[in-house]
C-alpha cells in the first residue's frame, strides 16, 4: 500500500511556473516507479512525464518535452514535475502514481499503474 499526495497546482499565466509535488507513505517509494498524468475536462487521462526506480530514467509527452521535468527525492518520499513555459492547453487535474516495475522503462499507458493520488488542478489563463 502507497498513499499519495499531491499538492503545487493553482491559476497561473501563460509562461509561467509551477512545480508539483507527489509526497508518498507506506511502502518504500524507491521501490516503484512514478509518472505524472493529467485529464482535462471531458478527456481521457493521458502521459506527461515518468521516471523509473532511480530517476535515472525519464520520457515525456511530445507536448511538455522541453518544458517539464520530472524527478524524485527517494530520501524524502517525494516525486516532483517542474513545469515551465506554462500554456492553457496544459489547463488539467494533475495526478501522480506510481508502479512496481523493477527493470524497464515505466509505461506510459495509465492503466498498469498500482496507486494514485487524488490529483491537483493546474489552470493556465491566457
Known amino acids: 500500500q502507497v498513499q499519495l499526495v499531491e499538492s503545487g497546482g493553482g491559476l497561473v499565466q501563460a509562461g509561467g511556473s509551477l512545480r508539483l509535488s507527489c509526497a508518498a507513505s507506506g511502502r518504500t517509494f524507491s521501490n516503484y516507479a512514478m509518472g505524472w498524468f493529467r485529464q482535462a475536462p471531458g478527456k481521457e487521462r493521458e502521459f506527461v512525464a515518468t521516471?523509473?526506480?532511480?530517476?535515472?530514467?525519464?520520457a515525456y509527452a511530445d507536448s511538455v518535452k522541453g518544458r517539464f521535468t520530472i524527478s524524485r527525492d527517494n530520501a524524502k518520499n517525494t516525486g516532483y514535475l517542474q513545469m515551465n513555459s506554462l500554456k492553457p492547453e496544459d489547463t488539467a487535474i494533475y495526478y501522480c502514481a506510481v508502479l512496481f516495475k523493477p527493470y524497464g522503462a515505466p509505461p506510459h499507458n495509465p492503466d498498469p499503474y498500482d496507486y494514485w493520488g487524488q490529483g491537483t488542478q493546474v489552470t493556465v489563463s491566457s
Open positions: 521516471c523509473n526506480m532511480s530517476g535515472y530514467s525519464t
